[in-house]
């Protein structure tokens, strides 16, 4: 039996833990067939590990795409886009294929670093991928920039986010609040243009996160391959990565790594849908 094909757009991580080897990791568990598109090669320093970003050249980005369209996606994906000719080169990547969903991972900066890896991203993932995604899924800090706001802390300034991003052309979009908001659960914020959705799994205490987010919107681009809704896309996504982070594990003094079989294998996660006013 053929599989829904999954395209990724996005960098990698040496370390194996987030970027194209965690998409595939995901793309896998959901029996997709996962392809990727290399846009920047992250490495470590291992005694800090501090992160040394290097972009592919632009000519190699062109061909990688010119391949991976020729293979049909039926879900292309983007992470990690080191500038705004990739970003463009996305955009028109999803624009000339026969995809069915655009699943946008607004990767601004590596998990641990604060400065934002190339201040014209922003601007030109708000032209160009913004109003042309199926889902697109900030984190807090990713959304306060997309939305053109401080970074959101509180369930009221992370729904006014999710709905000025939207605003921006997105079809549908998903905050995740994530350990960031204060309480007991870990919660997300769902939001289509009518109805807001607050999604809550419990919150573990865990720093077993590293490739939560790649992990996340993964999920969700192999959800609608396989035919799933939007809503119950993201739904199963957040179940998946909340199985991989509360099972995952500490691979060195720096970082813990989700385990992108958990939900397959050892435990399925219960989330809960409340409608919000």
Known sequence: MALAKTLTIAGTDVSGGAGIAADLKAFQEHETYGFSVLTTVVSMEPSTWSHRV??????????????????????????????????????????????????????????GDDEVLNPGLVESMIENLIPNATVVTPNLVEAGHLAGVKTPRTL?????????????????????????????????????????????????????????????????????????????????????????????????????VVRHGAYNSVEKIEVVDKVLN
């Open 54 to 111: 290097s972009p592919i050249p632009i000519e190699d980005v062109k061909n990688q795409l010119e391949t991976a369209l020729s293979l049909n996606p039926d879900v292309i994906k983007t992470g990690m886009l080191p500038s705004e000719e990739v970003v463009e080169l996305s955009k028109e990547a999803f624009l000339n294929s026969n995809a069915k969903h655009f699943v946008v991972d607004p990767v601004m900066v590596c998990k």
């Open 156 to 256: 009221d300034e992370i729904k006014e986010a999710a709905k000025a991003i939207h605003a921006k052309g997105a079809n549908y979009v998903v905050v995740k609040g994530g350990t960031g908001i204060e309480g007991d659960s870990a919660i997300d914020v769902f939001y289509d243009g009518t109805e807001l959705h607050l999604l809550e799994s419990k919150k573990f205490d865990t720093a077993f996160n590293h490739g939560a987010g790649c992990t996340f919107a993964a999920s969700i681009a192999a959800n609608l391959a396989n035919g799933k809704e939007p809503l119950e896309a993201v739904q199963l996504a957040k179940a998946f990565v909340t199985s991989a982070i509360k099972n995952g594990w500490q691979m060195n003094e720096h970082v813990g």
